[in-house]
């Protein structure tokens, strides 16, 4: 069953850069054609899209995050990893890592989503 | 981008309800179009995709329904596990986009 994982630290000082990376176990990234993502929920409000990225390494951004984000794949580790520079009280917010449900499509729906974790950007 | 409204906001209801969440996309989006459930500190749960199709391991309680901009979530009899916020999201266009969110609660 396949299973993701988020990790890194859990609080940011502004202007400084967010760093995560998602973990998948029980399927490899390399031998699956699929597209892999990053999306975020600010505390008490909805989700919003932040990237995908393919097992090749080809990226696709939300284009209000395109200047800060960078999305990349290590396929050795079985990981995909998300930057997000100049951090403000805005992106504090649960992020989340999924696979996109369809396979090769980088419009799609997202299943499944790791558990989770909260980054607070605070001095 | 495309904007995705979700109506009512909050609905309260019982165990046994039928329930009828909707989402109206700004412009059309086919059947691009999937629910998920999501519940208080966890991650959501992908219910429904292309509009109708139910995901595997869902039950046969929850049903999606429509095309272009305008769609329904239904679940035919609530049950006590279902008590969460539910969200669409349309895959029709760059960037994806989620509606805002209905919470479903106990009446």
């Known amino acids: 069953q396949l299973q993701l994982q988020e990790s890194g630290p859990g609080l940011v000082k502004p202007s400084e850069t967010l760093s995560l990376t998602c973990t998948v176990s029980?399927?490899?990234?390399?031998?699956?054609?699929?597209?892999w993502g990053w999306i975020r929920q600010p505390p008490g409000k909805g989700l919003e899209w932040i990237g995908s990225i393919y097992y090749s390494g080809s990226t696709y951004y939300n284009p209000s995050l395109k200047s800060r984000v960078t999305i990349s794949v290590d396929t050795s580790k079985n990981q995909f990893s998300l930057k997000l520079s100049s951090v403000t009280a805005a992106d504090t917010a649960v992020y989340y890592c999924a696979r996109l449900l369809a396979a090769a499509a980088v419009l799609s729906w997202f299943d499944p989503w790791g558990q989770g974790t909260l980054v607070t950007v605070s001095s | 981008d495309i904007q995705m409204t979700q109506s009512p906001s909050s609905v309260s209801a019982s165990v046994g309800d039928r329930v009828t969440i909707t989402c109206r996309a700004s412009?059309?989006?086919?059947?691009?179009l999937a629910w998920y459930q999501q519940k208080p500190g966890k991650a959501p749960k992908l219910l429904i995709y292309?509009?109708?199709s139910l995901q595997s391991g869902v039950p046969s309680r929850f049903s999606g329904s429509g095309s272009g901009t305008d769609f329904t979530l239904t679940i035919s009899s609530l049950q006590p596990e279902d008590f969460a916020t539910y969200y669409c999201?349309?895959?029709?266009?760059?960037?994806?986009?989620f509606g805002q969110g209905t919470k479903v609660e106990i009446k």
């Open positions: 412009q059309g989006i086919s059947s691009w």
């Open positions: 292309a509009a109708s």
């Open positions: 029980g399927g490899s990234i390399s031998s699956s054609s699929y597209y």
């Open positions: 999201q349309q895959a029709n266009s760059f960037p994806q986009t």
